[in-house]
């Protein structure tokens, strides 16, 4: 009996030392690893290619609203800029604040809490951070929009809410490429 369980025992451990630990079978093979130089007389880290780091991208990692309060706006508020944010903000903010910002689109006005007039002083007195943290995380009642514009997209939304929404020039949706 005590043999048996010896044997049993032994064919249980894992004798191949040289595999240890077997886990990492699979990536301790002879290949090439992910940024390693394919070519032996130029051994190290390849560089990597243009533009697969993002390197002078947006801000991206905000905690919550109110560290999105102190984010300056990276993105110029020029014409492009303006009119693309004219085109998101048709899409996903007239339904609720409507097409001057008002607070009275058609989907907003079935709200309990009404959403905010975007015109009025107390959204111009915020920070361009606020706005792009409302549109970012929401609001207690407004959704958030954070997964549905990448971060540029927003701030080109703040743009639009800045210099046309708030200067209350003629709604134009309407994008010049
Ligand atoms: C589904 C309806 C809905 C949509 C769509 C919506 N909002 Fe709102 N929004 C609200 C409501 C309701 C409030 C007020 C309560 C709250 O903050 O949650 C609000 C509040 C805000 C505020 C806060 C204003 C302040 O002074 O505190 C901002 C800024 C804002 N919205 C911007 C936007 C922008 C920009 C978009 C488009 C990306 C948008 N909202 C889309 C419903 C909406």
């Known amino acids: 009996m005590k043999k048996l369980s010896l044997a049993i025992l032994l064919l249980l451990t894992p004798v191949l030392a ?35 780091v993002p390197v002078p991208g947006t801000m991206v990692n905000v905690k919550d609203a109110v560290a999105a309060e102190k984010l300056k706006n990276p993105v110029p508020a020029d014409e492009k800029s303006i009119a693309k944010g004219g085109q998101l903000f048709a ?14 689109g058609y989907v907003g006005q079935k ?26 995380f929401g609001g207690p009642i407004m959704p958030i929009y954070g997964n549905d514009m990448n971060p ?13 929404v708030q200067k209350a020039q003629p709604f134009a949706p309407e994008a010049k490429k």
Request: glycine share 8%; net charge neutral.
């Open 18 to 52: 040289q595999a240890w630990p077997w886990s990492q079978d699979m990536a301790n093979q002879i290949s090439t690893k992910p940024q390693e130089s394919p070519d032996p007389a130029n051994p190290g880290m390849t560089s990597f290619p243009a533009r697969s």
């Open 91 to 104: 899409i996903y903010c007239v339904p609720c604040h409507g097409k001057l910002g008002k607070g009275d």
């Open 111 to 136: 709200f309990i809490v009404q959403p905010n007039d975007l015109t009025a002083e107390g959204t111009r007195k915020q920070t361009d951070g606020y706005i792009w943290g409302h549109i970012t």
């Open 152 to 164: 540029t997209e927003r701030w080109h939304v703040v743009n639009y809410v800045r210099n046309v």
